[in-house]
């Protein structure tokens, strides 16, 4: 007997617990900037940096857009080697969840599920450009959310 559902998401009308759904991954933005290009210029030892920024809109009442902007610089020494952004975004739809879950599943598991796709991204944007590969450590998210749960979540309108 074949289950013409099997393999779909309940609708979301019939669930009445607590939903996190992912509807949508994309890549919202990216830049590369590599001053010098990949030039062999002594050892290849550069001080990368890497900055993460999470920002929110709501696009319906129980829909929100999450993008996680990934920055990483490399230096070597005084000099930019390369600078690369990457701004992953993902549409959830959240529902039935207390503005605690709300606050945590923005904060802290939507970027968790983005994070994988930017650091694809990266790696991939910074081997085009000709240099060594660069995977970025995992981040423990949780860990971020936790250290910064007293400060609100920007918007959109507040990150502009």
């Not at 290849?44 to 929110?56: F, R, S």
């Not at 857009?65 to 230096?75: G, P, Q, R, W």
């Not at 709300?102 to 904060?107: L, M, N, S, Y």
Request: net charge negative.
């Amino acid at each position: 007997m074949v289950n013409e559902a099997a393999g779909t998401m309940p609708a979301p009308e019939e669930a009445n617990g607590p939903i996190l759904h992912l509807q949508h991954v994309y890549l919202k933005d990216c830049s590369y900037e590599a001053p010098n290009g990949p030039r062999g210029e002594g050892n290849w030892n550069p001080q990368i940096n890497l900055d993460l920024h999470t920002g929110v809109t709501v696009l319906a009442p129980e829909v929100q857009e999450v993008v996680l902007t990934v920055t990483v610089s490399a230096k070597q020494g005084e000099t930019t080697v390369f600078l690369v952004e990457v701004k992953q975004a993902g549409v959830f739809m959240l529902r039935n969840l207390s503005e605690e879950d709300t606050k945590r599943a923005v904060g802290a598991i939507c970027p968790g599920v983005l994070f994988p796709y930017a650091r694809a991204q990266v790696s991939q944007l910074i081997t085009l450009g000709g240099f060594p590969q660069l995977l970025l450590p995992p981040v423990n998210f949780d860990a971020l959310y936790a250290a910064n749960q007293n400060q609100p979540i920007p918007t959109a309108a507040q990150a502009n």
